[in-house]
């Protein structure tokens, strides 16, 4: 027996004589002939459908007579053609998704086909292998079955039969389609021009356009000039790669050699780049006659692309790309006004570490490349932020930054930008854009002008209720100041609370500063209520929260059960109980300091007497306390303070009044408390009887009309005005005595930005305030500029207007700034060049000339005592002292222009060092840590940029600074100002009489009134509970001198600063003035002792008031 191995030997050596006796007979020229044939007899085909076509044409010119049935007939074959050709056209359409679905498969197959040609190329290039015996040719047949089927509906779609014959892809299956069958019929395989596949690679662009992966020009224009230089080089190589290993034709194949197919890849390469290393080169006739045409075409190719690759390559942006989210984490999108400023400024607050939960991807989308500045700020938040280049305005731009999962979409706006309305229109257009994209999406907007919110409501998607909300600059701005002409200093206290801030004491700071500072690192919170504090009303919790748990609940949200809609109470009173729907509205340090109001414990920190141990417990059950379940919470030291039963309320201004009152005579104590709680007590205008012959009428009278308020009862209202009757004149101005008002200085005229003077003069006619606490405004300005204006604001009582210029010293003294209770300074915002700082040039200059001013006011107190009033007497010396203070009462002179108050709004915040000439404020100080803004006397429109992320975090939160703000704007009066009419007047219902019960701002003197008896050596949380428990009143800060040598007597118009939210510890000066949010009705509630003892006095006394 032979060996197994020799006879292996012996078959594989007979097998090698076969395929070299079948190799001497060579056929590749059958195969390239299959090809040859089957274009030409294509051509022959079109050709001769054309002849017969003209012939026929021709024929049925010659027979008029047939010429009826013959149209009839070519009618009926044309309609069938052309219903053929467009069945195959929309078969292969990439506008159809059976097209794009071939389309995709044919490039797929191509790929197949090619990777196919790729093993073989490891092989001869002729080879006698059987067809039914080699796998890939099989499947390279069912290949080109497909391709042949492709091909067929191409030709029935294509208009022009003969130029798709000869178009790159049709020769491409002429070259692989026709050899395949002969493969089979021979049995042997030839590699010919199969490589010819390696053209489908210029479909790429096209397919990944189908599948919606390229979308940007440069995208797909980079994958064309990729594809095409690709699909050039590998056929080229092919190519080579034939001639080579075949040798010469024409010299029965001699001189073949043995080159891989990647060897050809990597020749032609290096013959395109012109770089020619010489170790490959091509040694057949055919092959260097072919590298000489190829050179010129692939060089030029070769030099036109690759620059243009490599630039396309190096401008695209960086910033591309989408962004992935990731699981379980939030994101939202940042678009509209980005620069440094702004966005250093959202991320300040947004990213605080005192928030409870950060843990939220800021996704930044515009149109322009971050500078270096900008990309800084980036790199120092690199896990928090992302920047991707791009618009809002595009949807594709949307997709990239996932808008669709994302939390919520911020626009901010530009606010120095000269056209304000322009602005506020390409935000809103943003706002269209991102809804059209996404209904659901919970988008914050930041407008510049007021009446642009109304443009808002005509997007059907926007909704309040779902999140949707607009922060209006010149609506909380002018708010604000509004609300420091009522209470001064305001303005920074409540911009301290929704600000992000931290502080740290520093014994080598003045203390006035260490108070101040730490007032700042104070925010606004919102969280629910512990069980143990349900079902006790809002000033019994208030008072708990206050001196148990150092925190200080102002307002109250009310669900409903199924959580659609909610209520939200400032410092609603007794008649709001706390209950398990009800969320709490506070001002603390942190988030965390918030939680010991949800995990307060009865049971486990009734009795605890350091509130840092109110932590979550694990009591199950927790008992809701009594009505007088306070007791446990609130521990006081004098027995007056610790009785917390519910007793009755008794109305200053009603039938019951309290024993101090005395019968036939004015409120003693009422009176004074409404004077020295309202800062809105106005004195009337005074005009002397030798100023009839001018005729100044600049009062409106309310009797003269029956409609005092606005359809929705939230502000005093009054029949139109027409201007002319507004205006006064200089003299007619220094002839009147004018106290107690607010001045407002205008710098604008007829071509500046609208202002918004309506959202200013909105929170000083609050129907919250009696008509004659109403304090005058008069407008010192541009005529013009105020006529622009002068319709959103006519409806409003007590406005005056003086023309001329606010730097005009005259004027000033005519309108008696000296006794003013608030000077305003604004202006609009005009170009002022490539200097920012000069934007608050006039604002400034005014300022400063107000507090140059000097005045004498021996005048003054002659005027007013001829007319019997101690107007000009400082509160609580000579007259003042032993009369009545009333709502009547005029405002005492200034001497000195620098005690005269004053708010400046600025536009830049590093101009607030030229305000202030005696401060030592350095010029890098942040705006909110300078003397001005820490006194109350400068506002810049960039503390509201913190609005936006508090908007976000507390959905409410917007709707509770506005309400406090702006006096009692509701979405009702927005529908009606949207109407662009103007506020209408109502008549007086029991619906609008209840809408006048609202608390408001006021500001509270400790060295007169009902409080003075809080004087030196008392503690600000003894004044908290007396002000809650018998008044209803909330106190949130303290206004007090800077300089503590400062007293009443001796400086009383010296500069004070702002405590906001003091520790209950902090021992009070009677020259405090306290922050509070008092009721609409002053009322007063009464220990039952004393009651009783009341009832007992009075059944001994006829006196129907109790008084004996």
């Known amino acids: 027996m032979s060996h197994p191995l020799l006879t292996t030997v012996a078959n594989n050596a007979t097998t090698m004589s076969e395929d070299k006796r079948c190799l001497e007979e060579r056929n590749w020229y059958v195969f390239f002939c299959s090809s040859l044939i089957t274009f030409f007899t294509g051509l022959l085909f079109v050709l001769t459908w054309r002849i017969l076509s003209w012939l026929v044409c021709q024929k049925n010119g010659a027979k008029d007579e047939k010429k009826d049935d013959l149209s009839k007939t070519v009618d009926a074959e044309v309609g069938w053609v052309t219903e053929a050709?467009?069945?195959?056209?929309?078969?292969?359409?990439?506008?159809?998704?059976?097209?794009?679905?071939?389309?995709?498969?044919?490039?797929?197959?191509?790929?197949?086909?090619?990777?196919?040609?790729?093993?073989?190329?490891?092989?001869?290039?002729?080879?006698?292998?059987?067809?039914?015996?080699?796998?890939?040719?099989?499947?390279?047949?069912?290949?080109?079955?497909?391709?042949?089927?492709?091909?067929?509906?191409?030709?029935?779609?294509?208009?022009e039969k003969l130029c798709f014959l000869i178009e790159l892809y049709s020769i491409v299956d002429y070259c692989t389609i026709p050899p395949s069958f002969v493969a089979i019929y021979l049995d042997r395989n030839w590699l010919g021009f199969r490589f010819t596949r390696a053209l489908r690679l210029k479909t790429i662009p096209d397919v990944l356009q189908y599948l919606n992966i390229l979308k940007t020009s440069n995208s797909i224009r980079l994958c064309q000039l990729v594809s095409t230089f690709i699909s050039v080089w590998f056929t080229g190589a092919g190519f080579v790669h034939l001639v080579e290993n075949s040798g010469e034709i024409f010299n029965d194949f001699k001189n073949s050699t043995k080159k891989t197919y990647w060897e050809c890849v990597y020749f032609t390469l290096v013959t395109m780049s012109t770089v020619g290393y010489g170790d490959i080169y091509c040694e057949t006739t055919i092959g260097r006659l072919f590298m000489v045409f190829f050179i010129l075409g692939a060089l030029a190719m070769f030099a036109g692309f690759i620059p243009e690759i490599a630039d396309i390559i190096s401008s695209r942006s960086k910033y591309g790309g989408s962004f992935k989210k990731e699981r379980g984490k939030r994101h939202i999108v940042l678009c509209g006004h980005i620069t440094y400023e702004s966005v250093s400024n959202f991320m300040s607050d947004f990213l605080h570490k005192d928030r409870e939960d950060v843990d939220v991807k800021l996704v930044i989308m515009n149109r322009k490349e971050p500078d270096l500045e900008l990309e800084g700020l980036f790199k120092r938040h690199l896990t928090q932020v992302e920047f991707f280049q791009g618009t809002v305005m595009d949807a594709n731009d949307l997709h990239r930054v996932n808008v669709k999962e994302g939390d919520a979409c911020l626009v901010l706006a530009n606010k120095y930008c000269e056209d304000p309305d322009a602005e506020d229109a390409a935000n809103i257009l943003r706002v269209i854009s991102i809804k059209n994209y996404h209904d659901d999406i919970k988008v914050i907007i930041q407008l510049l002008q007021y009446h642009n919110k109304s443009y808002l409501l005509n997007i059907p998607s926007w909704d309040w209720k779902r999140g949707d909300?607009?922060?209006?600059?010149?609506?909380?701005?002018?708010?604000?100041?509004?609300?420091?002409?009522?209470?001064?200093?305001?303005?920074?206290?409540?911009?301290?609370?929704?600000?992000?801030?931290?502080?740290?004491?520093?014994?080598?700071?003045?203390?006035?500063?260490?108070?101040?500072?730490?007032?700042?690192?104070?925010?606004?919170?919102?969280?629910?209520?512990?069980?143990?504090?349900?079902?006790?009303?809002?000033?019994?919790?208030?008072e708990a929260c206050f001196l148990k748990l150092k925190l200080l609940l102002i307002a109250v949200e009310s669900r409903a059960e199924d959580g659609s809609e909610s209520n939200i109470c400032i410092n609603p009173g007794p008649n709001v109980k706390i209950d398990a729907n009800t969320r709490g509205f506070f001002f603390a340090e942190s988030a965390d300091d918030v939680k010991r109001v949800l995990y307060y414990c009865k049971l486990c920190h009734g009795d605890a007497s350091d509130f840092k141990i109110v932590k979550k417990c694990r009591c199950k059950t927790i008992v809701t306390p009594k009505k007088t379940g306070l007791n446990h919470l609130c521990r006081q030291e004098k027995p007056s303070a610790s009785d917390h039963d519910y007793v009755p309320f008794l109305n200053l201004n009603g039938k019951k009044t309290s024993p101090q009152?005395?019968?036939?005579?004015?409120?003693?104590?009422?009176?004074?408390?409404?004077?020295?709680?309202?800062?809105?007590?106005?004195?009337?205008?005074?005009?002397?009887?030798?100023?009839?012959?001018?005729?100044?009428?600049?009062?409106?009278?309310?009797?003269?009309?029956?409609?005092?308020?606005?359809?929705?009862?939230?502000?005093?209202?009054?029949?139109?005005?027409?201007?002319?009757?507004?205006?006064?004149?200089?003299?007619?101005?220094?002839?009147?005595?004018?106290?107690?008002?607010?001045?407002?200085?205008?710098?604008?005229?007829?071509?500046?930005?609208?202002?918004?003077?309506?959202?200013?003069?909105?929170?000083?006619?609050?129907?919250?305030?009696?008509?004659?606490?109403?304090?005058?405004?008069?407008?010192?300005?541009?005529?013009?500029?105020?006529?622009?204006?002068?319709?959103?604001?006519?409806?409003?009582?007590?406005?005056?207007?003086?023309?001329?210029?606010?730097?005009?010293?005259?004027?000033?003294?005519?309108?008696?700034?000296?006794?003013?209770?608030?000077?305003?300074?604004?202006?609009?915002?005009?170009?002022?060049?490539?200097?920012?700082n000069l934007v608050d040039k006039e604002a400034i200059l005014c300022s400063l000339n107000i507090k140059a001013m000097a005045f004498d006011d021996t005048h003054g107190l002659l005027q007013t005592n001829a007319h019997g009033g101690p107007a000009f007497l400082p509160p609580g010396h000579g007259l003042a002292s032993q009369t009545p203070v009333t709502s009547k009462s005029a405002k005492c002179g200034v001497t000195s222009g620098n005690d005269i108050p004053m708010v400046t709004e600025l536009g830049n915040d590093a101009n607030v060092q030229f305000l202030d000439q005696d401060d030592d404020d350095d010029p890098d100080t942040e705006l909110y840590m300078t003397q001005p803004f820490a006194c109350g006397t400068a506002f810049a429109v960039s503390v509201l940029d913190s609005l936006m992320s508090t908007t976000y975090f507390n959905d409410n939160a917007l709707t509770l600074i506005r309400t406090l703000i702006t006096g009692g704007a509701t979405p009702e009066l927005e529908q009606i100002l949207a109407e662009g009419v103007g506020m209408r007047g109502g008549y007086v219902t029991p619906e609008s009489t209840a809408n006048r019960d609202r608390c408001r701002v006021a500001q509270i003197a400790l060295y007169e009134g009902p409080f003075a008896q809080?004087?030196?050596?008392?503690?600000?949380?003894?004044?908290?509970?007396?002000?809650?428990?018998?008044?209803?009143?909330?106190?949130i800060g303290l206004y007090r001198f800077r300089d503590s040598t400062s007293t009443i007597t001796l400086n009383p118009c010296a500069k004070r600063y702002v405590i906001t939210n003091p520790p209950d510890d902090l021992p009070l000066l009677s020259s405090d003035k306290v922050f509070c949010l008092r009721p609409f009705e002053i009322v007063e509630r009464q220990p039952p002792a004393q009651r009783k003892k009341r009832k007992r006095r009075g059944k001994n006394s006829n006196d129907p008031t109790g008084d004996g």
Request: with cysteine; hydrophobic share 40%.
């Open 85 to 159: 050709k467009d069945w195959a056209g929309e078969l292969i359409s990439g506008q159809t998704t059976t097209g794009r679905i071939l389309v995709v498969l044919v490039f797929l197959l191509s790929i197949a086909s090619l990777i196919i040609y790729f093993l073989d190329t490891t092989e001869n290039v002729e080879s006698c292998e059987e067809w039914a015996k080699s796998t890939t040719q099989q499947v390279d047949l069912a290949f080109n079955i497909f391709f042949m089927i492709y091909f067929f509906i191409r030709f029935v779609a294509a208009p």
């Open 1014 to 1035: 809080f004087g030196d050596g008392r503690k600000y949380g003894e004044l908290f509970a007396y002000a809650l428990r018998t008044f209803g009143i909330l106190a």
């Open 661 to 836: 009152n005395r019968k036939g005579g004015p409120e003693r104590f009422g009176n004074s408390f409404s004077k020295s709680s309202s800062p809105a007590g106005a004195a009337p205008l005074v005009n002397y009887k030798s100023l009839n012959r001018w005729k100044v009428d600049i009062h409106t009278d309310p009797a003269s009309d029956p409609r005092k308020f606005d359809s929705t009862g939230m502000f005093h209202w009054c029949p139109a005005q027409a201007m002319s009757s507004s205006i006064i004149t200089r003299e007619q101005a220094a002839m009147t005595v004018l106290s107690n008002h607010v001045v407002v200085c205008l710098f604008a005229d007829s071509h500046s930005a609208v202002i918004g003077l309506r959202n200013l003069i909105m929170p000083l006619r609050a129907s919250n305030f009696e008509y004659d606490e109403l304090k005058h405004v008069l407008l010192v300005g541009d005529k013009e500029y105020i006529r622009k204006e002068w319709k959103s604001i006519c409806n409003f009582p007590k406005i005056s207007i003086l023309g001329g210029s606010p730097l005009n010293r005259a004027n000033l003294r005519a309108v008696h700034i000296n006794m003013c209770d608030m000077c305003v300074i604004l202006s609009a915002r005009n170009s002022s060049g490539d200097d920012s």
């Open 469 to 542: 909300d607009a922060v209006c600059l010149a609506e909380l701005k002018l708010g604000f100041i509004a609300q420091s002409c009522l209470a001064p200093g305001f303005s920074t206290l409540l911009a301290n609370l929704f600000t992000m801030r931290s502080y740290k004491l520093s014994p080598d700071m003045p203390q006035w500063q260490n108070d101040y500072m730490r007032g700042t690192g104070m925010e606004m919170y919102t969280e629910c209520l512990s069980p143990a504090l349900h079902g006790l009303t809002f000033p019994e919790a208030a």
